[in-house]
Nanobody, 121 residues
Framework: EVHLVESGGGLARPGGSLRLSCAAS????????MIWVRQAPGKGLEWVSV????????YYADSVKGRFTISRDNAKNTLALQMNSLKTEDTAVYYC??????????????RGQGTQVTVSI
């Protein structure tokens, strides 16, 4: 059974930083892409970033490019999202997920329970 658990969310000031983590189990982690999506209050899921199974390809949404960095440690089955220069519009619940190679990045088939990120003065 696929199990994904996010952590690291919290409150940050504009311009600040947070680091999210995702612990994965129940599947061959290194074989599949891993995705970060987020959902702001009253809005739908927004794709944030994706990284290939071997970490050899990475893409970011334009809204976070240059500010967020995705990474993975296949030895530890963990995924991370380093978020710098945070903006108030980054406030959302952040989810890690995977489609195991099939499906849109914007709505991962498998997702964790999410972690809240609030950026406020």
């Amino acid at each position: 059974e696929v199990h994904l658990v996010e952590s690291g969310g919290g409150l940050a000031r504009p311009g600040g930083s947070l680091r999210l983590s995702c612990a994965a189990s129940g599947f061959t982690f290194s074989s599949y892409e891993m995705i970060w999506v987020r959902q702001a209050p009253g809005k739908g899921l927004e794709w944030v970033s994706v990284i290939g199974g071997g970490g050899d390809w990475i893409y970011y949404a334009d809204s976070v490019k240059g500010r967020f960095t995705i990474s993975r440690d296949n030895a530890k089955n963990t995924l991370a999202l380093q978020m710098n220069s945070l903006k108030t519009e980054d406030t959302a619940v952040y989810y890690c997920g995977t489609n195991m190679g099939h499906g849109p990045w914007s709505n991962p088939t498998f997702r964790g329970q999410g972690t809240q990120v609030t950026v406020s003065i």
